[in-house]
């Protein structure tokens, strides 16, 4: 008897955070959401921005801002805290997060914001699946970030050319991959954000697979050297030691 009412408290200690925030407001859930965020360098609040902006969504239906946001917290959780998961976990975070971002474009067609996580959620899905078999989902990577492009190129850091310029240089030749292409989107999104310490990795690993060594190391030197964006601090380190990882193999 002991042990059955053991079980069903610690039951009911799982259902009673979900129940609280089944009362909670959207505009609430939204805010504790971003606050959850803001702190995502910590896994733990990372996931729970992850939960806390789908309660938001589910609070509030007309929510553009819980579904583009809640997409982009999933593409952190997935890329970032949980760098080191299995190709299949990573498939269901990215899997949940294309999904919240065709929900914030359904509701918000010019919404840029949409579009950006859209096609960046898709990328990662389809690295974690394997290149060759995501190639099916370019053309709508493509055509979301030209879509962005032509809605407001500067969207998170210029991000619409840093994705094409990673795409370029991921794909295999025979299927559109281009490095000098690459280099020309990465140039172009490090001269409008050149804070964004991940553009800079990705065209330092373009250069170097141009032959440029020294402008490749230039780039790696400079991530090294820099104060970290605010807006991208939590993602700092992770790039950092991609960095020095590179510069060791080309010095």
């Not at 939204?30 to 910590?42: D, F, H, S, T």
């Not at 609040?45 to 921005?49: F, P, Y």
């Given at each position: 008897?002991?042990?059955?009412v053991?079980?069903?408290?610690?039951?009911?200690g799982l259902?009673?955070?979900a129940a609280a925030q089944?009362?909670?407001?959207?505009?609430?859930l939204?805010?504790?959401?971003?606050?959850?965020?803001?702190?995502?360098?910590?896994v733990a609040?990372?996931?729970?921005?992850v939960?806390?902006?789908?309660?938001?969504a589910?609070?509030?239906?007309?929510s553009?801002?819980?579904?583009?946001?809640?997409?982009?917290a999933?593409?952190f959780y997935?890329?970032?805290?949980?760098?080191?998961?299995?190709?299949?976990?990573?498939?269901?975070?990215?899997?949940?997060?294309?999904?919240r971002?065709?929900?914030?474009?359904?509701l918000a067609p010019?919404?840029?914001?949409g579009?950006f996580w859209?096609?960046?959620?898709l990328?990662?899905?389809?690295?974690?699946?394997?290149i060759?078999?995501s190639l099916?989902?370019?053309?709508?990577i493509q055509?979301?970030?030209?879509?962005?492009l032509?809605?407001?190129?500067?969207?998170e850091?210029?991000g619409?050319d840093?994705?094409?310029?990673?795409?370029?240089?991921?794909?295999?030749?025979f299927?559109?991959?281009?490095?000098?292409?690459s280099?020309?989107?990465?140039?172009r999104?490090?001269?409008?954000?050149p804070?964004?310490?991940?553009?800079?990795?990705?065209?330092?690993?373009?250069l170097?697979?141009?032959g440029?060594?020294?402008?490749?190391v230039?780039?790696?030197?400079?991530?090294?050297?820099?104060?970290?964006?605010?807006?991208?601090?939590?993602?700092?380190?992770s790039?950092?030691?991609?960095?020095?990882?590179?510069?060791?193999?080309?010095?």
């Open positions: 008897m002991g042990r059955w053991g079980t069903v408290m610690a039951v009911l259902l009673l955070p089944a009362q909670e407001s959207a505009p609430s939204l805010a504790r959401a971003r606050q959850a965020y803001g702190e995502r360098a910590n609040r990372a996931r729970e921005a939960e806390l902006f789908a309660a938001a589910a609070a509030d239906p007309s553009y801002a819980a579904r583009w946001e809640g997409a982009r999933c593409y997935g890329t970032f805290s949980r760098e080191e998961a299995s190709d299949a976990e990573k498939m269901a975070i990215f899997e949940d997060g294309v999904a971002a065709r929900s914030a474009v359904a010019d919404g840029v914001e579009h859209l096609g960046v959620l990328g990662v899905f389809g690295e974690a699946k394997g060759f078999k099916s989902l370019v053309p709508e055509r979301e970030m030209e879509r962005c032509a809605l407001d190129p500067s969207v850091g210029w619409p840093r994705v094409l310029g990673r795409m370029f240089f991921k794909l295999p030749f299927k559109g991959g281009d490095n000098e292409k280099r020309l989107h990465l140039e999104s490090l001269a409008g954000a804070t964004n310490a991940l553009t800079r990795l990705y065209l330092a690993e373009t170097k697979a141009l440029k060594k020294r402008e490749a230039e780039q790696l030197e400079a991530i090294l050297a820099q104060t970290p964006d605010p807006r991208w601090a939590p993602e700092h380190p790039i950092v030691a991609k960095a020095r990882e590179l510069r060791r193999k080309l010095t």
